[in-house]
């Protein structure tokens, strides 16, 4: 039964591209490896797979999983496609043999779209948002320093962007300004970035060229069925308070109290963009 599950699940997903908002067509993937520290005290990490797909006109960021989740909420069937798999996992024996599809990072990150600007999905408890963002804002101070990434060579650059300092590695080799994230506007495609301390590391670990693949505009899946529109610095300032209690965040909208009274935990990491403060 879990297998035939999954067999039709990879049957309906490539026909849900086609019933969504086409943008443009890749011929580009990267495949990024998203690690980040959870707890900056214990050291304690997270990680993630990112997908950037480059078109002629536009290019797509997000999470492999988080998608994963998505497009199974996109079904006709959906909920009740999920309450299966769920089902399904839950039947193994022991916890570490369980793999549910879970989200991760919930950003999309559509870069020149629209022309020139920069389009951002993202959500908070039961809520999506979406906001317009500023297209290749970092200022980059390109370095002397090079190494080799995947067998292309890199060359280094370096900004602080929204209250953190990075550096980054691009190779000309490939002349894409792109990159993970939101990050672009280098003479080459970033191949690694990371902040100063670690906290979050981007790092390529695959390409592939494409003759096409569809870049979709994902929809909401949420039960309110749609986005938000919000700002920026909005959106930022609601995900870290949810982030700071999320069982108060999720009574606030649902009702329901998962707390059992304990006190919410401490928070030691902080977001991406610091510059909401």
Not at 186 to 214: C, H, R, W
């Amino acid at each position: 039964m879990e297998k035939m599950i999954y067999f039709l699940l990879f049957l309906l997903i490539p026909i849900l591209g086609f019933s969504q908002k086409k943008l443009d067509n890749a011929y580009l993937k990267c495949q990024y490896e998203y690690i980040w520290k959870q707890d900056t005290l214990s050291g304690k990490t997270r990680d993630d797979l990112l997908i950037l797909q480059v078109g002629e006109n536009l290019s797509k960021c997000y999470s492999y999983y988080s998608n994963e989740v998505d497009s199974i909420m996109a079904l006709p069937n959906g909920d009740e496609l999920w309450t299966q798999i769920f089902e399904a996992e839950l039947k193994k024996k022991g916890v570490a043999a369980r793999n549910f599809p879970r989200k991760r990072m919930r950003t999309y990150v559509y870069k020149n779209y629209p022309s020139g600007k920069m389009t951002v999905t993202d959500g908070v408890s039961l809520q999506d948002f979406i906001y317009e963002d500023e297209l290749n804002a970092q200022q980059w101070e390109i370095k002397d320093s090079t190494k080799t990434i995947l067998d292309y060579p890199c060359q280094m650059a370096a900004c602080n962007f929204r209250g953190r300092e990075w550096t980054a590695w691009f190779t000309t080799d490939i002349p894409v300004s792109d990159g993970p994230w939101k990050f672009g506007g280098l003479p080459g495609l970033i191949m690694e970035a990371y902040d100063k301390g670690n906290q979050y590391v981007f790092t390529i670990v695959g390409l592939q060229k494409l003759e096409s693949e569809p870049i979709i505009f994902r929809e909401s899946y949420l039960p309110a069925k749609r986005f938000e529109k919000t700002n920026r610095l909005d959106f930022l300032k609601a995900n870290k308070a949810s982030l700071m209690d999320l069982n108060g965040y999720f009574e606030m909208e649902t009702g329901i109290d998962l707390s059992e009274g304990n006190p919410p935990k401490i928070m030691r990491y902080d977001l991406l963009e610091l510059d909401y403060k």
